[in-house]
C-alpha cells in the first residue's frame, strides 16, 4: 500500500537550531518524494523534490531508499520557516497524483 | 508562476443542498486537476482525478454520485457536493499540474465548506 508517515505533528525549535523533519514512506516501486509548505494564511507550495536535488531556503532532503525515508533538513532554524510541512509522494510516472503525509507543523521560536 | 484559483473561497449552506466549487488555472492550460479534502488538522486526502473532456477518476472509497466533477473546458474544474450533510463540512482544495516541462502541481487556495 502506497503511504506516507510524518510522525511528528509539532516541531518546536529556537532559532538558529537544526531542523529534521521526518518522513517515511511505503511504496512498491520507485517513487517520487516531494516537501511542500503551507505558511500562515497561504497556499500549499512546492518546497523542493528529490529528482532535482536542490537546496530551496537552506532545506535539502535526500531519499534515504534502504530505510524508505525523505527527511527535510535544515541546518540552521529562522523563524520565518514556521509553516505546516507536508511530505508527498508520487509514482514514477508521474500522473501528478499525490498521496500525502499527515504533515509537520514547525515552530521556530525567537 | 501558474496560479490556481478556487471559488468560493468559504461557503455555507444548509443540509440537503448541492454546493458547486470552481477550480481555475488562470494562465495555463490544465488538462487534468486534482481534488483534494482536508479535514481539520489532518491531512490532504485526493478524492478524485478531473479530466478535461472525459470522466473524473475517483478514488477508493470516494462516492462519485456525491461528488460531481465535471471538466468542460481546459482551464476550469468543477467539484459539485450534492445534498450536502454535515459531515461534508471539510476545506477542499485542488490541484494543477503547470505549463508543459514542469511538471510542478500548483495549488489552489482552497475552499472551505460548511454544512448547516
Known amino acids: 500500500a502506497q503511504r506516507v508517515t510524518q510522525p511528528e505533528k509539532l516541531l518546536s525549535v529556537f532559532k538558529g537550531a537544526p531542523v529534521e523533519l521526518k518522513c517515511n514512506y511505503s511504496?512498491?516501486?520507485?517513487?517520487?518524494l516531494f516537501w511542500y509548505v503551507q505558511y500562515s494564511r497561504q497556499r500549499l507550495q512546492l518546497l523542493l523534490r528529490h529528482i532535482s536535488r536542490e537546496s530551496i531556503k537552506g532545506f535539502t532532503a535526500d531519499l534515504n531508499k534502504g530505510e524508505t525515508s525523505f527527511h527535510l533538513k535544515k541546518p540552521f532554524a529562522q523563524e520565518e520557516d514556521s509553516a505546516m510541512y507536508y511530505c508527498?509522494?508520487?509514482?514514477?510516472?508521474?500522473?501528478?497524483?499525490?498521496?500525502f503525509g499527515q504533515g509537520t507543523t514547525l515552530q521556530v521560536k525567537p | 508562476g501558474a496560479v490556481v484559483s478556487q471559488h468560493p473561497s468559504w461557503v455555507i449552506c444548509k443540509s440537503g443542498t448541492s454546493v458547486k466549487i470552481e477550480c481555475r488555472s488562470l494562465?495555463?492550460?490544465?488538462?487534468?486537476m486534482f481534488w483534494y479534502r482536508q479535514f481539520p488538522k489532518q491531512s490532504l486526502m485526493l478524492m478524485a482525478t478531473?479530466?478535461?473532456?472525459?470522466?473524473?477518476?475517483?478514488e477508493q472509497g470516494v462516492e462519485k454520485d456525491k461528488f460531481l466533477i465535471n471538466h468542460a473546458s481546459l482551464t476550469l474544474s468543477t467539484l459539485t457536493v450534492t445534498s450536502a450533510h454535515p459531515e461534508d463540512s471539510s476545506f477542499y482544495i485542488c490541484s494543477a499540474r503547470g505549463p508543459k516541462g514542469t511538471g510542478e502541481l500548483f495549488f489552489g487556495e482552497g475552499s472551505r465548506l460548511t454544512v448547516l
Open positions: 494562465d495555463f492550460q490544465a488538462t487534468t
Open positions: 478531473s479530466n478535461e473532456g472525459s470522466k473524473a477518476t475517483y
Open positions: 508527498a509522494l508520487s509514482g514514477r510516472s508521474n500522473t501528478g497524483k499525490l498521496i
Open positions: 511504496y512498491s516501486g520507485s517513487p517520487e
